[in-house]
């Protein structure tokens, strides 16, 4: 059984910095790729960031320059770095993981404030 721990979320204000992080454990062998997807209320799933096991990356054009993907494989671990969040921000956000199956993290709220 995989389980993914997600941590980090909360309130901010506009402008402000969190970090979220996402552990993968139980029988999870060769992870390839581990990402983040958020999503606001009333709308749909949208992706985030990526990264691969070489730690090539990928952004969504709203939060590039802004927001840091990296990962700690010898953990299963990703993380997101966020900076200068803005309201728009404001969603549940997911961590997903790709190995033979994708798993997904239970959620974890970030909430902007203006």
């Known amino acids: 059984q995989v389980q993914l721990v997600e941590s980090g979320g909360g309130l901010v204000q506009a402008g402000g910095s969190l970090r979220l992080s996402c552990a993968a454990s139980?029988?999870?062998?060769?992870?390839?790729?581990m990402g983040w997807y958020r999503q606001a209320p009333g709308k749909q799933r949208e992706f985030v960031a990526l990264?691969?096991?070489?730690?090539?990356?990928n952004y969504a054009n709203s939060v590039k320059d802004r927001f840091t993907i990296s990962r700690d494989n010898a953990k299963n671990t990703v993380y997101l770095q966020m900076n200068s969040l803005k309201p728009e921000d404001t969603a549940v956000y997911y961590c997903?993981?790709?190995?033979?199956?994708?798993?997904w993290g239970q959620g974890t709220q970030v909430t902007v404030s203006a």
């Open positions: 139980g029988s999870i062998f060769r992870i390839n790729f």
């Open positions: 990264i691969s096991s070489a730690g090539t990356t």
């Open positions: 997903n993981v790709q190995s033979i199956k994708e798993y």
